[in-house]
């Protein structure tokens, strides 16, 4: 991946969602094809789990409101038990170098929604890197939707 091209991009609204709401419970999934470097964001009430593939290169998303605080949480999938290291250690440096690519696709998807919700676009992002092994296995801040904007 390299520089975000709008027009390889795709959003869909499911389940109720629309381009401002609702907030709390409002989940994303962005999903890149290998093909055709196209990436494709969900916004729905729920991750949409169809539309993943073979490679588990998507990323999820969701709003989240924990102790007075609105936060955009983000998780995507490393590897587990049946994963060798090697695999993992690419994958999670392929996913850090490419998560800012990442988050101005989904904060250029939901534009409308920020927009409408200037607070959320101040509110922290934590993105969890999810794998079995300590070495890969991870919550780091990437700064705030407006930094992708």
């Known amino acids: 991946?390299?520089?975000f091209n709008p027009q390889q991009f795709s959003v869909t609204y499911r389940q109720g969602s629309t381009p401002t709401f609702?907030?709390?419970g409002r989940r994303y999934t962005l999903t890149h094809?290998?093909?055709t470097d196209d990436l494709f964001l969900w916004i729905d009430e729920k991750f949409a789990v169809d539309q993943l593939n073979e490679q588990r290169n998507e990323l999820f998303a969701e709003w989240l409101h924990k102790d007075g605080v609105d936060t955009l949480y983000v998780y995507v999938f490393i590897g587990n038990e049946q994963t060798e290291k090697s695999v993992q250690a690419i994958r999670y440096a392929?996913?850090?170098q490419e998560m800012p690519y990442l988050l101005k696709a989904l904060?250029?998807?939901d534009a409308t929604f920020f927009n409408a919700h200037p607070a959320l676009d101040r509110s922290p992002i934590y993105v969890h890197f999810h794998s079995?092994?300590?070495d890969f296995h991870s919550i780091r801040?990437?700064?705030t939707p407006s930094h992708y904007a």
């Open 1 to 3: 991946m390299s520089a």
């Open 132 to 134: 079995s092994d300590k």
């Open 33 to 35: 094809s290998e093909q």
């Open 141 to 143: 801040y990437f700064q």
């Open 94 to 96: 392929i996913f850090k």
């Open 22 to 24: 609702p907030f709390i």
């Open 107 to 109: 904060r250029y998807g």
